[in-house]
């Protein structure tokens, strides 16, 4: 199920669950359209907007869910749905957030906004050396970024890319990954100050086709590696969780493996925690550990090193986690819904009581 259609007057698309983000964004882009989706363009657009969703246009047009207009649906019963603000107004709150609860989504149309084709974007790349006064410099840009620009801090070891001087591949960098959502002139003059951080080893950010933006860090994470993923949102970057970054950039267990602080908020966080049912509405920063490797025989060195990174960001974190970044079988549901639980329940009794669909964050029926 892979049709995109895009009405460009209306500005919308209808999207099948089949869709991968880049498909989406190769149909959308041909009209200077785009709607948020997550940074990794391999991704489903099934599962990542029903968990909610977000990415480099989040800060100005919210969550993937935000921007959903409406789903068809097959539900428990075997019927065809469909729910909008308008129609089966519970279900589709439900579904923006509630994950795979509700039935099967066969159809999804969203809103979209004029985005690109180019857009001013592009990683700067410094010694790990310097985390210090990146992550500070970081710290200080993000709190006065107009909502149209992102920028996204990760700590790794440099790949071996052509705009990377030969001799810092492989070694340890922190690199800013920015990107501007409006004007490329006003993004020049607002990216100014997060480019005037530290001395860079490489600074890439110019104008890039969207679509290329959405899939640079595709071969960051290949088919095929191990993975243990891990996560948390931050309201605030103090200077105690600044140092436990340094301090774990230190221990990275493997080339592969990124510590990655996104700045989010911004658009994401202007809507109500009831207006949807994912609930995350408070958060400025999320932390995403992204470890990676190739060895079975490493799979113990890297989970441990990921659950105690994970464990000693704990005290500053908000709480909540994001249900596309924690397996199922974690099963902490009270976590990833929030106070939108109990209404979550009222839905899942109505729409499906006996938990056809619970191979999933399950929101468990109590009729
Ligand atoms: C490399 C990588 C990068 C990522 N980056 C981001 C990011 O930038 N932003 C972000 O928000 N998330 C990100 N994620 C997390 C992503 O949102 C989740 O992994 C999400 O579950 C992916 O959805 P999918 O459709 O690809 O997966 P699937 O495994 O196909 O689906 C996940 C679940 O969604 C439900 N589901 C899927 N299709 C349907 C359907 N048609 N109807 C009803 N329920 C359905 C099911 O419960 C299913 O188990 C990333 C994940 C990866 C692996």
Known sequence: ?????????????????????????????????????????????AGLTLGGGWGWLSRKHGLTVDNLLSVDIVTA?????????????????????????FGIVTSFEFQLHEVGPTVLSGPIVYPFDDAEVVLSGYREFAASAPNDATVWCVIRHAPPLPFIPEEWHGRKVVILATFYAGDMEEGEAVLQPIRDVGAPIADAVGPHPYTGWQQAFDGLAPAGNRHYWKSHNFDELTDGM??????????????????????????????????????????????????????????????????????????????????????????????????????????????????????????????
């Open 242 to 367: 600044i140092e436990t970054f340094i301090e774990y950039g230190k221990t990275i267990p493997t080339p592969e493996t990124e510590i990655a602080i996104p700045h989010l908020g911004g658009a994401m966080n202007e809507k109500p925690v009831g207006a949807t049912a994912y609930p995350h509405r408070d958060f400025e920063f999320t932390m995403v550990l992204h470890t990676q490797w190739m060895d079975s025989e490493q799979d113990e060195e890297c989970i441990t090193w990921t659950r105690e990174m994970h464990e000693a960001m704990a005290p500053h974190a908000t709480g909540g986690v994001y249900a596309n970044f924690v397996p199922e079988e974690v099963g902490d549901q009270q976590a990833a819904y929030g106070e939108n639980y109990d209404r979550l329940v009222e839905v899942k009794n109505e729409w499906d009581p006996e938990n056809v669909f619970r191979l999933n964050h399950n929101v468990e029926p109590t009729k």
């Open 1 to 45: 199920m892979k049709s995109v259609r895009v009405d460009p007057d209306a500005k919308t698309a209808r999207v099948e669950p089949g869709v991968v983000l880049n498909e989406l964004d190769h149909e959308t882009q041909a009209f200077g359209l785009a709607t948020p989706v997550g940074y990794n363009s391999t991704t489903g657009i």
């Open 77 to 101: 019963q075997g019927e065809l749905v469909h729910a909008s603000e308008a129609e089966n107004e519970d279900l589709f709150w439900g579904l923006r957030g509630g994950g795979g609860n």
